[in-house]
């Protein structure tokens, strides 16, 4: 947590012009409740580094929140795409070369809470590999090979080592 330290003058302007973060908050259309603290946090910021004869506060606000704004949005869409990616159905084939296992035929129906979480964590791991994914999005070994631009035996020994790593993580919770 960063600690910002303003001098006597700069906590005046900082009172002066504390309306000016409703304004930003009203001009850009975003929710306060969902940005008051953040632009709080930048205005803060912008009035310990402004220079009054370098422009304007109201300025280097709008810059800064406008900054903020699409941070905050940046975040909101990798984490929209993150869970997106990992939602996985019942019955979404797990691996699709060889055996044909859904995660229903792998999750036993009397799996207690620490089973399930033991189990998510486990496919957590395996999504995270980028040809793991694509295995279980139903591409086959040359499709792999082509888009990641490699050879298909590398992609073969890859799965097959996946294959007996999920397969040891499986007997561990199971």
């Not at 205005?43 to 800064?64: F, H, M, Q």
């Amino acid at each position: 947590m960063e600690i910002i330290i303003l001098t006597d003058e700069q906590r005046k302007i900082a009172e002066e012009n504390h309306n000016l973060i409703y304004f930003f908050i009203r001009h850009f259309k975003v929710d306060e409740e969902e940005y008051y603290d953040l632009f709080a946090i930048d205005y803060l910021k912008c009035i310990e580094v402004w220079d009054k004869s370098k422009g304007n506060l109201s300025t280097l606000l709008g810059r800064a929140f406008l900054y903020r704004i699409e941070k905050e949005n940046k975040k909101k869409k990798a984490k929209k795409r993150f869970e997106e990616s990992y939602i996985l159905s019942l019955d979404e084939v797990v691996f699709k070369e060889d055996i044909n296992i859904t995660l229903g035929d792998i999750i036993p129906s009397s799996t207690n809470v620490e089973e399930t979480f033991e189990l998510n964590e486990t496919l957590n791991f395996f999504m995270k590999n980028e040809i793991t994914k694509l295995v279980m999005f139903g591409y086959s070994q040359r499709e792999i090979a082509k888009k990641l631009n490699c050879s298909r035996s590398n992609i073969s020994r890859e799965i097959n080592y996946v294959k007996q790593e999920f397969n040891n993580k499986l007997l561990k919770i199971l």
